[in-house]
């Protein structure tokens, strides 16, 4: 059996449940929290970073979401998720990239730090001009995501691609945290209400952090 090392609200560990649920393969969950820096769990994840997955009975750990994901789409190949031509894959993790590093760093990781670190783990409010930073950034990646929108049902062509789960991984973080505004977004929000609706995001919606609470529309797939 695998299990995944993660919380609730890592975008990294979202985008890998994401796609063990898109390919059917059964696994765990653990609550790992990388701040608190327990240290058994550096033999597992290097970095000291969720996610981490292991399986114990064939001795097989692997870290970072990216080689967990490629892992998976090596050793399960009969429900690809990175699809295409050569082209068409190397789009699809341009984008992964941008998501795990732009958006991540402009958006998930401050919303991160100032909604649930700050509330939930040093009972401190957040900093106002982070988050209006965070909400400003949010809205130029709306466009972005729109405007690839444009010209196919997914993000990279008319199937549905390790781009579109990176990217609702991320997505998911930031409107937990309630720093998406849909309003004027609406071709994305059509995308995002796509992914919701599949089996493989239910379990992600119904998860809580604690006792912080998303937007009432959060779990909502016709939001
Ligand atoms: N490149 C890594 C990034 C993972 C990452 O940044 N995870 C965050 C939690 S969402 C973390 O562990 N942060 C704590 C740290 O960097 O020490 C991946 O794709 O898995």
Redesign the pocket.
């Given at each position: 059996m695998w299990h995944l090392y993660q919380f609730p609200l890592?975008?990294?560990s979202r985008k890998v449940r994401l796609l063990l649920g898109e390919k059917g393969i059964a696994y765990e969950l653990i609550s790992e929290y990388?701040?608190e820096k327990r240290p058994g769990f550096r033999d597992i994840s290097q970095t000291?970073?969720?996610?981490a997955m292991r399986n114990s009975e064939r001795d097989v750990a692997i870290a970072?979401?990216?080689a967990i994901c490629e892992y998976f789409e090596e050793v399960e190949p009969a429900k690809p998720l990175l699809v295409g031509s050569a082209e068409v894959r190397a789009e699809t993790r341009r984008l992964i990239a941008w998501f795990?590093g732009r958006f991540y760093a402009e958006v998930g990781m401050p919303l991160l730090a100032e909604k649930m670190i700050k509330r939930l783990f040093y009972r401190q409010p957040p900093d106002a001009s982070v988050l209006r930073g965070a909400m400003r950034a949010t809205t130029e990646h709306m466009e972005m995501l729109g405007a690839a929108l444009d010209h196919h049902r997914w993000l990279v062509g008319n199937a549905i691609s390790m781009a579109d789960l990176a990217a609702a991984a991320h997505l998911s973080v930031a409107d937990y945290l309630g720093g998406i505004d849909w309003a004027g977004h609406d071709q994305v929000r059509d995308w995002y209400a796509a992914l919701k609706s599949r089996p493989s995001f239910r379990p992600l919606l119904d998860e809580r952090m604690g006792a912080l609470m998303p937007p009432a529309h959060y779990g909502d797939v016709n939001f």
């Open positions: 890592c975008p990294f990388p701040w000291g970073q969720t996610p970072d979401s990216n795990d």
